[in-house]
């Protein structure tokens, strides 16, 4: 029995498989459990370690960087949604002097490191052209270009991947393209996009960190900060721990929530087993189905 890219394995393939599995899950428990006692033998989990997030001012400092760090994800995400939709309907234009500069911006941005991008527009223009940018704004900017531009070749080829049926079926039927991108490709596009696009964002709330470099009061910046504070005790590991968690429970809420989108948008059309299967047909009926 052969698959399209290799050969299924065979009992004894599936036995090793399963066997190298298990190895792998029991060499991970240990590493863990080892942390997990290293933590224990030098005292990381003892109460007088953990004081400092009793203090009312500390859990309010966390509360303010959690705040900067969700409003610069939600600033950039959105952004960068709107400036990667431009750059794709650029991408997929007929016309060359649209999708070619497209396809620099995309390309250049993308060959950028976010952390140099963030540099030049906070420290660059601020000492090369006399601009003013705020921590807040040159962060933003940086997650919006460069996650902008992935999600640029994101949607790009969502959209390519769709059978070409699709859009000639739409065409047959006197619709624009600006329609049939719309109203046609877009919706379904959308639904096979969606968990690329929920990384991508998943990936724009943990760059957000990056925004310490640059002094921008957000969650890792205060850690580093609680984390120095003799008088605390340098409480650098546990206050690193509850980092974690919260940017843990906040990817885990943001992967919840593509998960319920996904489901509201998914659709099963029923199907007449007996009748004849015809390509053009259902095609056809998407199209009216879509179109308003």
């Known amino acids: 029995m052969t698959a399209v890219l290799y050969d299924a394995p065979g009992?004894?393939?599936?036995?090793?498989?399963?066997l190298l599995g298990v190895v792998g899950v029991v060499l991970l428990l240990a590493v863990?459990?080892?942390?997990?006692?290293?933590?224990?033998?030098?005292?990381?989990?003892?109460?007088?370690?953990?004081?400092?997030?009793?203090?009312?001012?500390?859990?309010?400092?966390?509360?303010?960087?959690?705040?900067?760090?969700?409003?610069?994800?939600v600033v950039a995400a959105v952004l960068a949604l709107l400036?990667?939709?431009?750059?794709?309907?650029g991408r997929?234009?007929?016309h060359r002097w649209v999708s070619g500069p497209a396809t620099a911006?995309?390309?250049?941005?993308?060959?950028?490191?976010?952390?140099?991008l963030i540099f030049i527009l906070y420290f660059g223009l601020s000492r090369g052209l006399g601009v003013n940018v705020s921590a807040f704004t040159a962060l933003v900017l940086g997650l919006t270009l460069y996650n902008g531009s992935v999600l640029a070749e994101v949607f790009r080829a969502g959209v390519a991947s769709l059978p070409r049926g699709q859009s000639e079926a739409a065409y047959a039927l006197g619709m624009r393209k600006t329609q049939v991108m719309t109203n046609v490709l877009l919706p379904q596009a959308l639904r096979a996009m969606l968990p690329t696009i929920?990384?991508?964002?998943?990936?724009?709330?943990?760059?957000?960190?990056l925004g310490f470099l640059i002094l921008y009061p957000e969650l890792l910046y205060q850690a580093r900060f609680l984390g120095s504070q003799g008088q605390l005790g340098s409480p650098i590991l546990p206050v690193a721990m509850v980092i974690a968690a919260i940017y843990i429970t906040m990817c885990?809420?943001?992967?919840?929530?593509?998960?319920?989108?996904?489901?509201?948008?998914?659709?099963?059309?029923?199907?007449?087993?007996?009748?004849?299967?015809?390509?053009?047909?259902?095609?056809?009926?998407?199209?009216?189905?879509?179109?308003?």
Request: hydrophobic fraction near 50%.
């Open 32 to 73: 863990a459990g080892f942390v997990v006692y290293r933590f224990v033998v030098t005292g990381q989990f003892d109460p007088d370690v953990w004081q400092w997030i009793l203090y009312r001012n500390i859990q309010l400092l966390l509360l303010d960087a959690l705040f900067n760090t969700l409003r610069a994800f």
């Open 83 to 89: 400036f990667g939709a431009v750059l794709a309907a």
């Open 252 to 292: 885990l809420l943001l992967s919840q929530c593509a998960n319920y989108l996904e489901r509201r948008t998914r659709r099963t059309r029923r199907v007449d087993p007996a009748a004849p299967f015809d390509d053009t047909a259902v095609e056809m009926e998407q199209i009216r189905a879509a179109t308003p």
């Open 11 to 18: 009992p004894r393939a599936r036995r090793r498989n399963m």
């Open 198 to 209: 929920v990384s991508q964002l998943v990936v724009v709330l943990k760059d957000s960190a």
């Open 105 to 116: 911006v995309v390309e250049f941005f993308r060959a950028v490191p976010l952390l140099i």
């Open 92 to 94: 997929l234009s007929d």
